[in-house]
């Protein structure tokens, strides 16, 4: 496959039509994945915030509280705040705030970026980003998936991960299929939104590169089945049970 970043894109400002300056600066085949940068989604879409427009509760108060002692600096209250506004659940408080969005993606600080953002204190993840991709996607006529960068546990970095996704599905599951000593899979399920996403990454790079948006071209799912299950259900999950009880060990 091939993998380039689509250059030239402007400053994006609520309101633009992403599909469209896409287009204007690429010729897409039916081959093509878009890979959209969330911060672009999310500027389109008008989701900038100032610190002004949260109220600090009893809980922003004492995470700052507690964060700030930890960091031998004053946290403001009301980034907390808006965490917790932008978080179906908080799994830890402290440390670091360990939140899980509104759509299912779990993440430090609910996503919220402030970089980057010329007119704003904060810029918040997309509200919907599967919608997000699904609009992109009808504009555009190929798959779209839209990534973010995200921090993994046990290990230094980050790497990009997908928040969104229209035109293909999550996953492919190799459950039923043989390796080369004829042993049946049992348990794999590749997540090829997240490795397509991270492959983006590389050629869109960080900081004030100013390239949101990467093509993958010629990558084939293949004769796969398909699985749109990428953020695992909580009855399922081994891992938030332990940090529940870790982040209320001390109450």
């Not at 400002?13 to 999310?42: K, N, Y």
């Amino acid at each position: 496959m091939n993998v380039f970043a689509v250059e030239g894109l402007p400053e994006i400002e609520p309101g633009d039509d992403i599909a469209s300056l896409i287009a204007e600066r690429v010729d897409l085949t039916p081959t093509d994945i878009v890979c959209v940068a969330s911060t672009i989604v999310s500027k389109a879409e008008g989701r900038q915030a100032d610190l002004s427009e949260f109220e600090p509760g009893e809980q922003a108060e004492r995470i700052a509280e507690q964060v700030g002692d930890l960091a031998d600096e004053e946290k403001d209250p009301r980034f907390a705040q808006a965490v917790i506004e932008e978080s179906e659940e908080l799994l830890m408080e402290f440390p670091i705030m360990l939140a899980v969005t509104t759509f299912g993606h779990i993440t430090i600080n609910a996503g919220i970026d402030r970089s980057n953002v010329p007119d704003a204190d904060l810029l918040l993840l997309p509200e919907d980003p599967t919608a997000s991709a699904q609009r992109l996607h009808e504009a555009l006529g190929v798959p779209v998936i839209v990534t973010d960068t995200s921090g993994r546990p046990f290990r230094h970095g980050q790497r990009g991960v997908a928040i969104g996704w229209a035109g293909m599905p999550a996953a492919r599951d190799w459950r039923g299929t043989y390796d080369r000593d004829g042993k049946e899979l049992e348990a794999t399920v590749q997540a090829v939104v997240d490795e397509l996403a991270a492959a983006a990454n590389l050629v869109t790079g960080e900081g004030a590169g100013g390239k949101p948006v990467a093509v993958v071209r010629d990558w084939e799912f293949g004769e796969f089945d398909g699985s749109d299950d990428l953020f695992r259900d909580e009855d399922e999950d081994l891992i938030r049970p332990a940090l529940k009880e870790y982040s209320h060990a001390g109450d």
